[in-house]
């Protein structure tokens, strides 16, 4: 099983991006889970969402500028980031539990908790700068 995150690159201040993760190796049922790491700090969790689509969640460091939302059909995951601020600069990551559950995904990425999370994609660079 394979994930593979993308979209990252470099962007201003206050400029946007959307990153993708492509589940299409996984089967249906499977929540979805973004970190991100900045350079010298721990991985930290940022978003996650159900399978469904219909529950998710964001951190307090990226609510009201980041949207998470899948397309069922692709078995992509997208987070849109607006307004984005240099201390976004991160590699970000894609990742699933085990079995997929959501409650499992939003307790690790509500927990920062990256342990939990059994499957990785490669990460995408966001490099937020003037």
């Known amino acids: 099983l394979q994930l593979q995150a993308s979209g990252g690159g470099l962007v201003q201040p206050g400029g946007s991006l959307r990153l993708s993760c492509d589940a299409s190796s996984f089967t249906d049922g499977y929540a979805i889970g973004w970190f991100r790491q900045a350079p010298g700090k721990k991985r930290e969790g940022v978003s996650c969402i159900s399978f469904e689509g219909g529950s998710y969640f964001y951190a307090d460091s990226v609510k009201g500028r980041f949207t998470i939302s899948r397309d069922r059909v692709k078995s992509k995951v997208y987070l849109q980031m607006n307004s984005l601020k240099p201390e976004d600069t991160a590699l970000y990551y894609c990742?699933?539990?085990?079995?997929?559950?959501?409650?499992?995904?939003?307790?690790?990425?509500?927990?920062?908790?990256?342990?939990?999370?059994?499957?990785w994609g490669k990460g995408t660079l966001v490099t937020v700068s003037s």
């Open positions: 990742a699933a539990t085990e079995d997929g559950d959501y409650l499992e995904t939003l307790t690790a990425v509500a927990g920062d908790q990256p342990d939990d999370m059994k499957y």
